[in-house]
Structures are given as structure tokens and as C-alpha cells.
């Protein structure tokens, strides 16, 4: 695929009214395209998760406007077009790994031997095989964390979103995924985004973006979005 697979233009988001009100983005301008591998930094509270969430369309914009224009309308962006993989894992604790896994297919009504097959090779694709009757709590934290990220891919996404997805890990177990998510998008072509405060993981993607109080920078700003 190629073109832009995100795009926002002038997005913001405000919880709350009046005296109470937050604004977590401000006018945030940025694009991405197929391909790009971009890491957004910044501290805590910056705003990063909630342009993740913009991002997938799992957030409206109080102000502006987000679109997809290479993957189609917000409707048509998951299960495919668009994944996430969240600081936690977020898996069904009566569910094993397969059945976690092919969980985005069988609630869009995929046929069962056709899900079966994607989540297979999702979880060979990140070294997962042999994991695949076993149950999270059998699992250690990076093993889960893997995990998530093959269910994320199983739908064979064109732009894949980390928030913050290896912030409960130690260094190694870390690096393994963030390997885990270069690799798979390697393979894959899909756009990749990975918010964190690492700057190590920052470091192993080839662009940087970063936000302070929910204002975005990106390679192509020359200033601070107001």
C-alpha cells in the first residue's frame, strides 16, 4: 500500500467544559504514511496516548479533523486497516492464546477456518507457536506483551499504533518487543507508531515526533502547534 494511511489536521481534544475543562491535544497537524516508522515522545500527560487514540479513530476530535485516506471511512478500520497495542495486555484471562489472538476475527464474523489460519501465523510470525494452548496467567509479562501484539497484527493492519507498549517491562524483555513490533511491520509494510518515554526505544524507529503539554512537533514543524 502506499499514501498517507492517517492524517490530522488542526485535531484537538478537550474532556470536560467550561472551568474544568482539559485539553489534552492541541491542533495537532501530522501525517502518515505507508511505511513510516515514527516514535512519539514525550513525559506522561503529554498528550501521547490521546492522539494514539485519535489516531485509530478510537477518540473523535473536539476540534479539526482526522481521516484515513489510503485505508476508507472510520467504519472500515477495524478489524484490519488499523491496530493497537496498549501499555497493558489486555488479554481474556479464560481465553488461551490462540483463542485471544483470533479474537478481532471471530467478533467480525470471520470464518472460523480462515481466523484459525491467520492466528497461526500471526503467532509463528512472533515466535509464539508453542504458546498457543497456554492461558495468560501461564504466560510472563513480555510473553504476554507478544501476545498482544499478534493479535493486533492478525488482522494484517496498513497501520499498526503502540501506546506506551513496553512501559510495564523491564529493559530486555522491552527490547524483545520492540523488536517483535519493527520486525512484524518490516514484514508486514505497514506504518508504525510507537508512543513512549524511552528514549532507547525512541532511538530504534526512524523518525521522531514528540509532544509536551499536548502540543505536537513532527519532523516537518518548525514550531510548536498552537
Do not use: Y
Not at 481521516?67 to 495486555?89: I, K, T, Y
Not at 480462515?114 to 501461564?138: F, M, N, S, V, Y
Not at 520486525?183 to 521522531?208: E, F, K, N, S, Y
Request: hydrophobic share 50%.
Amino acid at each position: 500500500m502506499t499514501g498517507v494511511v492517517a492524517r490530522c489536521q488542526d485535531a484537538a481534544r478537550t474532556f470536560g467544559r467550561g472551568v474544568a475543562a482539559v485539553v489534552a491535544v492541541h491542533g495537532a497537524t501530522c501525517e502518515i504514511a505507508a511505511g513510516d516508522r515514527i516514535a512519539l515522545t514525550g513525559p506522561s500527560g503529554s498528550g501521547k496516548s490521546t492522539l494514539v487514540h485519535l489516531l485509530a479513530g478510537l477518540d473523535d476530535p473536539t476540534a479539526g479533523t482526522v481521516d484515513w485516506p489510503a485505508l476508507g471511512s472510520l467504519g472500515a478500520l477495524r478489524p484490519g486497516p488499523v491496530a493497537v497495542v496498549f501499555q497493558a495486555p489486555s488479554l481474556l484471562p479464560a481465553l488461551d492464546v490462540a483463542e485471544n489472538v483470533a479474537l478481532p476475527l471471530v467478533l467480525a464474523g470471520v470464518a472460523e477456518a480462515e481466523a484459525r489460519t491467520a492466528t497461526q501465523i500471526a503467532l509463528e510470525r512472533l515466535g509464539l507457536g508453542d504458546l498457543a494452548g497456554k492461558l495468560p496467567e501461564e504466560l510472563s509479562g513480555g510473553q504476554a506483551q507478544r501476545v498482544a501484539v499478534a493479535r493486533a497484527l492478525v488482522g494484517e493492519p496498513q497501520l499498526l499504533l503502540a501506546d506506551e507498549p513496553t512501559g510495564q517491562l523491564d529493559h530486555v524483555t522491552a527490547a524483545q518487543v520492540v523488536d517483535a513490533l519493527i520486525d512484524t511491520a518490516a514484514h508486514t509494510g505497514c506504518a508504525l507508531l510507537v508512543a513512549t518515554h524511552d528514549p532507547v526505544v525512541a532511538d530504534r524507529l526512524d523518525v521522531r515526533w514528540s509532544m509536551v503539554d499536548g502540543r505536537l512537533r513532527t519532523r516537518e514543524a518548525l514550531s510548536w502547534s498552537a
